[in-house]
């Protein structure tokens, strides 16, 4: 089954953080996505720009509003995704549980069911 990781943590810059805690940071990253690539359940991962260089849609009275920065007015914003393949949501609960973030204190890592598109138009959901 499928699962999408979203890392949610207090956005900072490479300033804020510090030359050792980012690179602290960025090694527990590599080496999570590591282990996860090691345990052959890795099927993507990426890092996001910051949420100032989001662009936001919304669809508004029949008309496309764009809205520079992003939808939600928060300090915690999505900071990357892993994609996974486990056997099941339990599965991917203990996977999620030893994401770097966890160990910030105000990060989450929400854990989402995904699904395949196939070539022929269908959904195929997780199973």
């Known amino acids: ?3 999408t990781l979203l890392l949610h943590y207090p956005e900072m810059t490479a ?9 602290e940071g960025q090694q527990a990253f590599t080496s999570y996505a590591a282990t996860l690539q ?3 359940v890795l099927l993507g991962a990426e890092v996001l720009q910051p949420s100032s260089s989001t662009t936001t849609l919304r669809g508004v009275d029949g008309s496309v509003q764009v809205q520079d920065g992003p939808f939600a ?3 915690d914003q999505l900071g990357g995704t892993f994609v996974i393949d486990v056997p099941d949501l339990d599965a991917a609960i203990e996977w999620a549980k ?4 966890m160990d910030y204190g105000a ?3 929400e854990v ?3 699904a395949v598109y196939t070539v022929d138009g269908v ?5």
């Not at 300033?15 to 690179?23: C, I, M, N, S, Y």
């Not at 030893?98 to 973030?101: L, Q």
């Not at 959904?123 to 199973?127: F, G, Q, S």
């Open 15 to 23: 300033e804020d953080l510090g030359p050792e805690a980012l690179a």
């Open 38 to 40: 090691s345990a052959g």
């Open 98 to 101: 030893r994401a770097p973030s």
């Open 123 to 127: 959904w195929t959901p997780n199973a």
């Open 1 to 3: 089954m499928r699962y």
């Open 107 to 109: 990060g989450a890592v």
């Open 73 to 75: 007015d928060t300090k």
């Open 112 to 114: 989402r069911p995904g």
